[in-house]
Nanobody, 121 residues
Framework: QVQLVESGGGLVQAGGSLGLSCAAS????????MGWYRQAPGQQRELVAQ???????NYQDSVKGRFTISRDNVYNMVYLQMNLLKPEDTAVYYCSADAATTNRDTYRTYWGQGTQVTVSS
């Protein structure tokens, strides 16, 4: 099994910055794409940013230029640096990882438990 644990959420004023971290652990053979999603109350979960193992990134339009995703392939970690935060960024942020547990395993998507980010106006 693969476990994902996020950290770094909290409360910040609009215009401020927060950094999120996520560590993947457990029986891991390889981690491919990692990402961050968010879900606001009454809303569907949406993609914020993704990063491939080769560091190719993809961002939701609303966060381009403000958020930066990065990863550490040695320690199977993914990070999200969030700058110029807006109240509409308020949500629970979830880490995701496409991982295989053996070299014969199929890749599946694992999820963290989520961390709350609240941006006050």
């Amino acid at each position: 099994q693969v476990q994902l644990v996020e950290s770094g959420g909290g409360l910040v004023q609009a215009g401020g910055s927060l950094g999120l971290s996520c560590a993947a652990s457990g029986s891991i053979f390889r981690v491919n794409t990692m990402g961050w999603y968010r879900q606001a109350p009454g809303q569907q979960r949406e993609l914020v940013a993704q990063i491939t193992r080769g560091a190719v990134t993809n961002y939701q339009d609303s966060v381009k230029g403000r958020f930066t995703i990065s990863r550490d392939n040695v320690y199977n970690m993914v990070y999200l640096q969030m700058n110029l935060l807006k109240p509409e960024d308020t949500a629970v942020y979830y880490c995701s990882a496409d991982a295989a547990t053996t070299n014969r395993d199929t890749y599946r998507t694992y999820w963290g438990q989520g961390t709350q980010v609240t941006v006050s106006s």
